[in-house]
């Protein structure tokens, strides 16, 4: 009864038609619409000297945006209503900067900076980023793309030379934001900005390591880390270059934030932070947020999205979304039957999605969906965009990089033909992935048959098994990086104390198992929920796999741990994850007559190609 009547508010909150007007965007991802914004009025223009002039001047800038006692006076209501301000300028000064993005991405590929793939999704991305967002405009982009990244691929690469190119190129031309609409676009002007959100700070942390390099920094972009994550948890993680474009969610208070953030147009942080009041009224003082890109976005729920639209949607054009819904889905996907679509479910649903999307293995007969009853876009889902490089017609278009240049290329043939229809190339000419050719052999398959064992709760362990690999670690891989990945943290756990038994933590202080990391070995206690726990006794070594996608090293052994029932292996996305993460060789111990007996899985075909090349030892 309860779900029902949550279910029936937030339907009429964020689904009704009333809420959803003058926000194209969420009406065009929830309910159905066209993804334009009204045709501006007359005089409803502006041109992009006076952007250009406004980013240079702090005092142009608050000249352009209506500044003085003038629009002081208008009050805080008004301030935060945004009611109707549709995105209105000049079609020339948009032309214009598209032209010059363009430029700048054709630059990059002339100089092999970025490959085919990778160039017309930073096209189409620009394109999308540069619309005016009216419908019939000639410089209209997509409104949504769906940059599907298999491992690998240089999904953050792709962001960070997207963002650079918009911030150096596009926004000194684009038109200014309307804060208020109206027949003559009436009210301040705004700068136009650009979010960049993951579902994870780590995520949020790497795209700004990726800015980094680019050569921005605090002038351009901030990274915004919530006070908790970072004084509590993290805060070794953000020393160095990231110090100086680190800005904390406490500090995003009062005009003492507001003043040297003025010109900044770029912030990367987490999606709950963006929904944060206080990041709108201090990060985004005087500009407008006209461009979303999210990251992880296969492993975000389509509702988390729904707040952040309906916050920015009078000025909202273009939301860019990067992921991999063959690898990891939203967190709690499969509780207890439920099926959570993620935003890339939403907007790939109805066609579209190329042949990796039709790889989506089968519902569970009784799963049941979680949220309100969503429309699909208008255009009926994604639509490809294939090697030709034509740009898209659809609102929302669908693109994927198809160059791994983390895989071996052996691993990479079999991952491409199992999950992404034979899209997926090698980017390296030898043998090896990133680091090279240092083996012969790229996969093995270590058989451990081994005994489960429980301690009461869902988790379980195998220390023959955990015995095994790192037995194998000391024989093989001492002189290389390397990373052990397991599914389940009660054998996380049993590993991890191996590891350190044996000395063979990443941090040599750390190398002397405490009594409980020994009760640990011996089957007590299921782990700490994550994996490669850092702390004063942890190997940063042994992790759990859901917290190691999005990361590599150069070895990886990975841990199946069952020997009655395949359990998460039966999900061949999570499998995917687990099995791409390596760039040198690939090593699986465990029973391979389980797997054998599931040939419908990939971990199942897996052990058919490691018996087919010669690839299993004992």
Same mark, same amino acid.
């Given at each position: ?22 926000? &194209? ?41 209506? /500044? ?36 700048? =991405? ?18 189409? %991305? ?9 419908? !019939? ?6 409104? =949504?793309?769906?940059?599907?990244? &298999? ?13 650079? %190119? ?50 921005? !920094? ?122 959570? *679509? ?18 989506? *293995? ?145 941090? &040599?202080?750390?190398?002397? &198992? ?11 206690? /299921? ?22 996608? !999005?990361?590599?090293?150069? =070895? ?10 395949? /359990? ?51």
């Amino acid at each position: 009864m309860v779900d029902a009547v949550l279910y029936f508010i937030i339907r009429q909150v964020l689904c009704g038609k009333d809420r959803l007007h003058g926000r &194209p965007l969420l009406e065009g991802v929830f309910g159905g619409g066209d993804f334009s914004f009204p045709a501006p009025g007359p005089g409803g223009t502006n041109d992009g000297a006076a952007a250009a002039a406004a980013s240079a001047s702090p005092a142009a800038t608050g000249a352009a945006e209506g /500044g003085g006692k003038k629009a002081k006076g208008k009050g805080k209501a008004q301030e935060d209503s945004n009611s109707g301000g549709a995105p209105v300028g000049s079609a020339a000064a948009v032309e214009n900067a598209l032209s010059q993005a363009e430029a700048a =991405v054709r630059l990059l590929s002339d100089t092999a900076a970025v490959n085919a793939s990778q160039a017309r999704a930073l096209s189409e %991305i620009l394109r999308g980023a540069c619309r005016t967002g009216q419908h !019939g405009s000639a410089t209209g982009g997509s409104a =949504v793309q769906l940059v599907q990244g &298999p491992p690998g691929t240089g999904k953050t690469t792709v962001i960070s030379h997207a963002v650079r %190119i918009w911030l150096e190129e596009a926004a000194p031309r684009l038109p200014l934001l309307h804060k208020h609409g109206g027949a003559g676009g009436s009210g301040a002007r705004l700068l136009p900005a650009v979010a960049c959100v993951a579902r994870s700070n780590v995520a949020a942390k790497n795209i700004a390591l990726s800015l980094i390099k680019r050569g921005l !920094g605090p002038k351009d972009f901030r990274l915004i880390v919530s006070q908790k994550f970072h004084c509590e948890w993290h805060e070794e993680q953000y020393r160095g270059e990231l110090e100086s474009v680190l800005v904390l969610g406490s500090e995003l208070r009062g005009f003492a934030m507001q003043r040297p953030l003025r010109n900044v147009k770029v912030y990367v942080t987490t999606v709950a932070m963006l929904a944060n009041p206080s990041f709108k009224a201090t990060a985004l003082h005087r500009k407008a947020l006209s461009w979303l890109v999210v990251d992880e976005a296969s492993q975000i729920c389509g509702p988390d999205l729904m707040l952040p639209l309906y916050q920015y949607g009078h000025h909202l054009k273009c939301m860019s979304l990067f992921g991999d819904d063959m690898q990891l889905p939203p967190f709690g996907a499969e509780w207890d039957g439920a099926q959570i *679509r993620s935003i890339f479910d939403q907007l790939s649903s109805g066609g579209g999605g190329g042949a990796a999307q039709q790889r989506l *293995r089968e519902q569970p007969a009784g799963a049941f969906h979680v949220g309100p009853p969503l429309c699909p876009p208008a255009a009926g889902g994604a639509a490809d965009v294939g090697a030709t490089g034509t740009a898209a017609t659809s609102p929302v278009v669908r693109l994927m990089l198809d160059v791994s240049y983390r895989l071996p290329r052996d691993l990479c043939a079999f991952i491409s033909r199992e999950m992404y229809g034979g899209r997926l190339q090698s980017g390296w000419a030898s043998g090896g992935g990133a680091a090279g050719d240092a083996f012969p052999a790229n996969v093995l398959w270590i058989q451990v048959e081994g005994k489960e064992g429980r301690t009461g709760g869902t988790s379980c362990s195998n220390v023959l098994e955990a015995k095994r690999v790192v037995q194998l670690v000391q024989e093989r891989y001492l002189n290389t990086s390397w990373t052990i990945l397991t599914g389940y943290d009660l054998q996380r756990s049993v590993l991890e104390c191996e590891v350190l038994r044996c000395g063979l933590g990443r941090h &040599p202080q750390h190398n002397q &198992p405490t009594q409980q990391a020994g009760g640990a070995a011996a089957g007590g206690g /299921g782990g700490s929920g994550g994996g490669g726990d850092k702390g004063p006794q942890g190997s940063d070594r042994v992790y759990n796999i859901d917290t190691f996608q !999005g990361r590599e090293d150069e =070895v990886v052994v990975v841990s199946l741990t069952r020997v009655k029932a395949l /359990g998460f292996m039966d999900d061949d996305r999570r499998v995917n994850v687990m099995l791409t993460r390596c760039t040198q060789q690939l090593a699986v111990v465990g029973s391979l007559r389980l797997a054998l007996q599931h040939p419908h899985t990939l971990i199942g075909r897996m052990a058919e190609y490691c018996i087919l090349n010669g690839r299993v030892e004992q």
